[in-house]
């Protein structure tokens, strides 16, 4: 009993002492960031004081006027007349001398090389060469009669022969199908083999033309005919079973 409750205090002395350093650790914490952030608080008011300052001087130097020999200080006697090279590059407008044309002289100009009245020569172009035979590719006015719809016509069917005057060729071997025979007639069929004939003409196993039986009465007959040949199942049926059962 005794043992436990030793074993129960330092136990909860050593909880203690962890609580009492975590304490002391986040108080250092605290205590180191407050003084950061008081430092920094401390840096912001000083730049504000800075830029405030800066913000005073700024105004008071844009309102002063700072003494100025062009402003200030008057042209004495004998400095008025200035240079003759100043004058001549101040930055101003040039008044041009150049003679530009006008409606009149671009009119002018369009028919200066026009000749006077009565100094025309029909004859002779500008460069000395003649109408007559400035160029071969001119206009001529021919001296034929025109053609009508008529000559036109005939022209048009000239080419054709007239009727009795046509010249038949036979052209059937030069333009038509050469038809050649097969080199292998025989190719070893039968005479009567399907192969020989087309699908169409086959020989059949089925009546012929005439042995269709078309009267009703008499396909009854055939039928009965037919069905007499055959075995009558029903009694060797019947005569089986009762053998087997006399049998037993």
């Given at each position: 009993?005794?043992?436990?409750?030793?074993?129960?205090?330092?136990?909860?002395?050593?909880?203690?002492?962890?609580?009492?350093?975590?304490?002391?650790?986040?108080?250092?914490?605290?205590?180191?960031?407050?003084?950061?952030?008081?430092?920094?608080?401390?840096?912001?008011?000083?730049?504000?004081?800075?830029?405030?300052?800066?913000?005073?001087r700024?105004?008071?130097?844009?309102?002063?006027?700072?003494?100025?020999?062009?402003?200030?200080?008057?042209?004495?006697?004998?400095?008025?007349?200035a240079?003759?090279?100043?004058?001549?590059?101040?930055?101003?407008?040039?008044?041009?001398?150049?003679?530009?044309?006008?409606?009149?002289?671009?009119?002018?100009?369009?028919?200066?090389?026009?000749?006077?009245?009565?100094?025309?020569?029909?004859?002779?172009?500008?460069?000395?060469?003649?109408?007559?035979?400035?160029?071969?590719?001119?206009?001529?006015?021919?001296?034929?009669?025109?053609?009508?719809?008529?000559?036109?016509?005939?022209?048009?069917?000239?080419?054709?022969?007239?009727?009795?005057?046509?010249?038949?060729?036979?052209?059937?071997?030069?333009?038509g199908?050469?038809?050649?025979?097969?080199?292998?007639s025989?190719l070893?069929?039968?005479?009567?083999?399907?192969?020989?004939?087309?699908?169409?003409?086959?020989?059949?196993?089925?009546?012929?033309?005439?042995?269709?039986?078309?009267?009703?009465?008499?396909?009854?007959?055939?039928?009965?005919?037919?069905?007499?040949?055959?075995?009558?199942?029903?009694?060797?049926?019947?005569?089986?079973?009762?053998?087997?059962?006399?049998?037993?």
């Amino acid at each position: 009993q005794h043992l436990h409750l030793m074993d129960v205090r330092e136990q909860k002395g050593r909880i203690d002492r962890v609580e009492s350093h975590r304490r002391s650790e986040l108080r250092e914490y605290l205590e180191s960031n407050s003084e950061r952030i008081e430092t920094l608080l401390a840096l912001k008011d000083q730049l504000l004081d800075q830029r405030r300052g800066r913000n005073t001087r700024a105004e008071a130097a844009k309102n002063s006027r700072q003494p100025s020999l062009k402003r200030d200080c008057l042209p004495g006697p004998g400095q008025y007349e200035a240079p003759r090279s100043t004058l001549k590059d101040g930055p101003s407008m040039k008044i041009s001398k150049a003679k530009v044309p006008g409606m009149f002289e671009e009119a002018m100009k369009g028919t200066s090389r026009n000749p006077a009245p009565g100094s025309y020569e029909t004859a002779v172009l500008p460069n000395g060469d003649r109408v007559d035979k400035a160029s071969l590719s001119g206009v001529k006015f021919r001296s034929r009669d025109r053609d009508t719809y008529l000559d036109v016509a005939v022209k048009e069917k000239d080419h054709i022969p007239a009727p009795g005057l046509y010249e038949t060729k036979s052209q059937l071997s030069q333009r038509g199908t050469e038809m050649r025979r097969e080199r292998v007639s025989d190719l070893g069929r039968e005479k009567h083999e399907k192969k020989q004939f087309p699908a169409w003409a086959t020989v059949s196993e089925g009546p012929g033309p005439a042995d269709y039986c078309v009267d009703s009465y008499m396909r009854k007959e055939v039928f009965r005919r037919a069905q007499s040949t055959l075995p009558r199942l029903t009694r060797d049926m019947i005569g089986s079973t009762s053998f087997a059962q006399l049998a037993a």
